[in-house]
């Protein structure tokens, strides 16, 4: 998996996060449930991101990747 992937992973999840505070604080159905969906997008992301980290042989190159 291209860094790019994970980067866009963890914006999904930000913007479900953003969507679901907003579903939250207008009391909307569904709010507490984006909020669960998009952290645990974002998390997922994080760990992706440090297992990428962690298994790259090159740290210059890795943005590259």
């Known amino acids: 998996m291209k860094v790019k ?3 866009a992973i963890f914006l999904l999840g930000v913007f479900i996060t ?3 505070a907003l579903f939250k604080i207008q009391h909307w159905p569904y709010g507490p449930e984006l909020l669960s ?3 645990f997008t974002e ?3 994080i760990l ?3 297992w990428k980290l962690l298994t790259t042989k ?3 190159d890795f943005l590259n990747s």
Request: overall charge positive; proline content about 0%.
């Open 37 to 39: 969906v998009g952290s």
């Open 5 to 7: 992937h994970i980067i």
């Open 58 to 60: 090159k740290f210059k």
């Open 48 to 50: 992706l991101g440090i």
């Open 18 to 20: 953003i969507i679901g």
């Open 43 to 45: 998390g997922l992301a």
